[in-house]
């Protein structure tokens, strides 16, 4: 991916001239990610200093989907509530976090999006240091504006969002979205408090040699997944392909991060544990799927395109296959095998 060196570009300077780029903006949507990013400062600061302030830990509750809630989760969802809930930008938001849609509070302006957000992925790796990060998705409401958001707002299929993206929380910490016109990457500078374009115009590898997934699961999987593992790691001199390397950290934003720069695939195959998959379809799979699509890759489920999956719950899990184009059709091929 080409890295920028010559110039210095923020990120609300990017979003200013992408605007400028698109006929008929009116800068809501400039406003509403610039809002967004101040977020990300906060929620980055506090991840910074977790071990210092006591921010580490669980706090003693269970969030919709069953999990212990860390301290930084419940942090971090506060914070993007307020960052966002009064910009007039939003009609209505959710979160993993909450079993319901999050109304914008009354005396507020409604507006004409919604925002999906996983607050901090890889939460259970807090405590240990391993990158976290916040994943998000915008999509534009279809109920008429001026009144609270509804369900069927946030019920839509991932091919119609207007901007997704993620920040990873490492050591450094890295803001990379998409508004349907290519994918940057910004990496924070905190001598000056902003994000700076380092990644101009990143595209996936067509092909890479690494595979991410938990292969403690493989006895869950059924038999095709088991084949294609088997086949990754494998040399096979008659097809001229070496084993492939297995990266897994357990973070699914630092995970697929890597393969967006490097290339390979990352997988979170279903089992019969979770014969209907692990990850969120509207909070992990839709943006993440968004952005690597964007970037010349591919995502899919098994049996179809994941953003073209309609939905039918907030909270609906999904299986995913995404990364490099030649390495999901490599999985797909096992998978439709027989």
Not at 62 to 88: C, P, S
């Amino acid at each position: 991916m080409p890295l920028v060196s010559n110039k210095v570009v923020t990120i609300e300077r990017h979003i200013i001239e992408q605007q400028e780029r698109s006929n008929g903006a009116t800068g809501d949507f400039s406003s509403l990610l610039r809002d967004l990013t101040l977020a990300f400062k906060i929620i980055n600061r506090e991840v910074m200093q977790a071990g210092l302030v006591d921010a580490l830990g669980a706090t003693g509750t269970e969030n919709i989907q069953g999990e212990l809630v860390q301290k930084l989760d419940a942090f971090a969802d506060t914070v993007i509530f307020r960052a966002m809930d009064h910009g007039g930008h939003l009609c209505a938001m959710a979160s993993e976090e909450n079993e319901n849609i999050l109304p914008i509070p009354k005396q507020y302006r409604c507006g004409k999006y919604v925002l999906l957000f996983d607050p901090l992925d890889g939460s259970s790796n807090i405590d240990v240091n391993v990158s976290i990060g916040t994943i998000f998705s915008i999509l534009r409401r279809i109920t008429p504006e001026d009144i609270p958001g509804e369900m069927e707002d946030f019920l839509q299929p991932g091919y119609k969002q207007i901007a997704a993206g993620y920040t990873i929380y490492g050591p450094s910490t890295m803001l990379v979205y998409t508004a349907g016109r290519g994918v940057y990457g910004f990496t924070y500078d905190p001598s000056v408090g902003e994000f700076i374009l380092s990644h101009d115009d990143i595209r996936i590898p067509e092909r890479g040699s690494i595979y991410s997934v938990n292969e403690g699961n493989y006895h869950k999987w059924d038999r095709q997944m088991q084949n294609y593992i088997d086949w990754a790691k494998s040399d096979i001199p008659e097809e001229d392909k070496k084993a492939y390397s297995l990266r897994y950290i357990g973070s699914m934003v630092a995970d697929v991060h890597r393969t967006l720069l490097y290339g390979g695939v990352f997988l979170y195959p279903a089992d019969i544990k979770s014969y209907k998959g692990k990850l969120r379809l509207l909070y992990e799979a839709n943006p993440m799927s968004f952005v690597v699509e964007q970037a010349g890759g591919a995502a899919h489920d098994g049996k179809q395109r994941v953003l073209e999956i309609i939905p039918e719950k907030l909270h609906q899990r999904t299986p995913l296959i995404v990364g490099s184009p030649k390495n999901v059709e490599e999985v797909e091929r096992f998978l439709n095998a027989g």
